[in-house]
């Protein structure tokens, strides 16, 4: 009988030279699991959050409250993908407590778990999530003005899907 043969190994979407507790600026975005619309609607270009679109902003309001260090410059919960312009300032050592990575985690799996007990939603979440590092003044611009202008191009947005 032949052996399966094993998963193959992820490639991890992050800098393997790059340090991602280093306090900076990031981009992030991740999105619904299979891209499903389910946070909020867009109307007139603005948005109008769904009861889980309210816990996954509500989990991002929890996850500053616990970690004085983050900051959040903008945020924006799309239907089907949350943007946000997240800061992780520096600690008592030069370096954030926690890293990139298990902020977005840790704010995904609050709102996974409160989604769960709530409104018995399963699965919100794709794995992963999509990030740049915020390098000057310039691309901050860019960021911002992304995320604010994201909700009146909903109708041109790559991950656009009628509902």
Not at 130 to 152: F, K, M, S, T, W
Not at 155 to 163: F, G, K, N, T, V
């Given at each position: 009988?032949?052996?399966?043969?094993?998963?193959?190994?992820?490639?991890?979407?992050?800098?393997?030279?790059?340090?991602?507790?280093?306090?900076?600026?990031?981009?992030?975005?991740?999105?619904?699991?299979?891209?499903?619309?389910?946070?909020?609607?867009?109307?007139?270009?603005?948005?109008?959050?769904?009861?889980?679109?309210?816990?996954?902003?509500?989990?991002?309001?929890?996850?500053?409250?616990?970690?004085?260090?983050?900051?959040?410059?903008?945020?924006?919960?799309?239907?089907?993908?949350?943007?946000?312009?997240?800061?992780?300032?520096?600690?008592?050592?030069?370096?954030?407590?926690?890293?990139?990575?298990?902020?977005?985690?840790?704010?995904?799996?609050?709102?996974?778990?409160?989604?769960?007990?709530?409104?018995?939603?399963?699965?919100?979440?794709?794995?992963s999530f999509?990030?740049?590092?915020?390098?000057?003044?310039?691309?901050?611009?860019?960021?911002?003005?992304?995320?604010?202008?994201?909700?009146?191009s909903w109708?041109?947005?790559?991950?656009?899907?009628?509902?």
């Open positions: 009988m032949a052996r399966p043969s094993p998963a193959p190994k992820r490639r991890s979407p992050r800098l393997p030279w790059f340090d991602y507790r280093q306090p900076r600026l990031y981009f992030v975005t991740f999105c619904t699991h299979r891209k499903r619309c389910t946070l909020s609607r867009i109307a007139d270009g603005r948005v109008h959050l769904t009861p889980l679109g309210v816990i996954v902003d509500d989990a991002l309001t929890a996850l500053r409250r616990r970690h004085r260090w983050l900051g959040v410059w903008a945020h924006v919960v799309m239907p089907n993908h949350v943007h946000a312009l997240l800061w992780l300032q520096p600690g008592p050592d030069g370096r954030a407590p926690r890293s990139l990575s298990a902020i977005v985690g840790e704010w995904k799996a609050k709102a996974s778990s409160t989604a769960r007990r709530r409104l018995g939603v399963s699965r919100i979440w794709q794995r999509h990030e740049r590092i915020v390098r000057d003044e310039v691309q901050l611009q860019v960021y911002l003005a992304y995320i604010e202008g994201n909700p009146g109708e041109e947005d790559s991950l656009h899907r009628a509902y």
